[in-house]
């Protein structure tokens, strides 16, 4: 398997981490946090999507999916594309509101699906383009969407140990 069949492999894998962790949940259960101050199951989900978001839109030099539609309204959220959950604080992180388990797993999927499309197109030379010189190494395409795939992988195992602590 080459570099770009993992990385399918590895987002192909999102959407089932997503559904274990939200599949049946209320709004109350998705907004509920462990203790004052902590993450909720939804706010994890909406920040791994904003972020998935946000750093493929740029990749693709696109519009964030985020702010083509009525996405954030869906989240109690103003449709600000630089808000994707960095620099929460507890009070932002309360304030992410999803309407339902569906509203989540609507949005992922299409980000989901954008993403899944971007990789079908990409040469393994492509993986080494630079996209981000901020960093020292800079950051190549592979590196990011590894980033990418790392921080849903990451979140959504997050959201899952939380929906096992709900009362």
């Known amino acids: 398997m080459d570099a770009k069949g993992v990385l399918g492999e590895a987002f ?43 750093h493929v839109a740029d990749v693709l ?11 954030a309204q869906r989240f ?28 989540l797993t609507d949005y992922y999927q299409a980000v989901h699906e954008r993403t899944v499309g971007y990789l079908g197109g990409l040469t393994e030379s492509d993986l080494d383009r630079i996209v981000d010189r901020r960093w020292d190494p800079p950051v190549t395409l592979g590196v990011r969407l590894v980033s990418v795939y790392d921080d849903c992988a990451q979140h959504a195992g997050q959201a899952a140990y939380i929906r096992g602590l709900l009362p």
Do not use: C, F, M
């Open 61 to 71: 030099d696109a519009e964030q999916i985020y702010v083509t539609g009525d996405w």
């Open 76 to 103: 109690g959220r103003k449709s600000d594309p630089s808000d994707t959950g960095y620099a929460h604080t507890a009070a932002d992180v309360a304030a992410v509101v999803p309407v339902s388990a569906a509203a």
């Open 12 to 54: 192909g894998r999102v959407p089932e981490l997503i559904g274990t962790a939200i599949d049946g949940l209320t709004p109350e259960q998705l907004h509920w946090a462990p203790k004052p101050g902590a993450n909720s199951i939804g706010w994890l989900i909406w920040h791994l999507t904003r972020v998935h978001d946000h």
